[in-house]
T-cell receptor, first 111, second 113 residues
Framework: GDSVTQMEGPVTLSEEAFLTINCTYT??????LFWYVQYPGEGLQLLLK?????DKGSNKGFEATYRKETTSFHLEKGSVQVSDSAVYFC??????????FGKGTRLSVIA | NAGVTQTPKFRILKIGQSMTLQCTQD?????MYWYRQDPGMGLKLIYY???????DKGEVPNGYNVSRSTTEDFPLRLELAAPSQTSVYFC????????????FGSGTRLTVV
């Protein structure tokens, strides 16, 4: 079945550092790919998405590019802030199926 | 905008008790979902619904039941609670599948003792 693999956390960075969170997937067909963010004590929020190969999703300084050849959708941000501290989930949906989530990566940004 | 509302936010149950987790959305979304979140394990799909009167099992449905009598409401029923059901439960909705993003509620933290 479909699956998503994310890098293990936690990730701890200093403010203004560069962020990469790796995400690879296994899926039949051509899935849509998503990144969600969960702030402490809250539900998940959609951060960005991409629906076809080579698409780049972006939002709030975060970017991710749909790479079909490497089955990857890595999340990047050039300069993180303390307010970016959260848990980040990579997810996919194949056709008309519900989202399948990765295990999440906890990011802590220190001033 | 209320979005997706879940109640209660916290609950402690004794083993063998039953309860219903409530979920309501006001966005007229056809699709609704229940996930559980366990530490380090991501989110696992329990049940989902593609419209009123239609439900289907997800990855981990055992010990749970759902109903969808209206577009707005999608309650999750726990019968005979077990410690393995200690988790954080999230309800979500979406206008469609595939490329549609989900709107999540703020979660219900359930402890079974």
């Amino acid at each position: 079945g479909d699956s998503v693999t994310q890098m293990e956390g936690p990730v701890t960075l200093s403010e203004e550092a560069f962020l990469t969170i790796n995400c690879t997937y296994t899926a039949t067909g051509y899935p849509s790919l998503f990144w969600y963010v969960q702030y402490p004590g809250e539900g998940l929020q959609l951060l960005l998405k991409a629906t076809k190969a080579d698409d780049k999703g972006s939002n709030k300084g975060f970017e991710a590019t749909y790479r079909k050849e490497t089955t990857s959708f890595h999340l990047e941000k050039g300069s993180v802030q303390v307010s970016d501290s959260a848990v980040y989930f990579c997810a996919l949906s194949s056709g008309n199926t519900p989202l399948v989530f990765g295990k999440g990566t906890r990011l802590s940004v220190i001033a | 905008n209320a979005g997706v509302t879940q109640t209660p936010k916290f609950r402690i149950l004794k083993i063998g008790q039953s309860m219903t987790l409530q979920c309501t959305q006001d966005m007229n979304h056809n699709y609704m979902y229940w996930y559980r979140q366990d530490p380090g394990m991501g989110l696992k799909l329990i049940y989902y619904s593609v419209g009123a009167g239609i439900t289907d099992k997800g990855e981990v449905p055992n010990g749970y039941n759902v109903s969808r009598s209206t577009t707005e409401d999608f309650p999750l029923r726990l019968e005979l609670a077990a410690p393995s059901q200690t988790s954080v439960y999230f309800c979500a909705s979406s206008p469609g599948q595939g490329i549609s993003g989900y709107t999540f509620g703020s979660g219900t933290r359930l402890t079974v003792v």
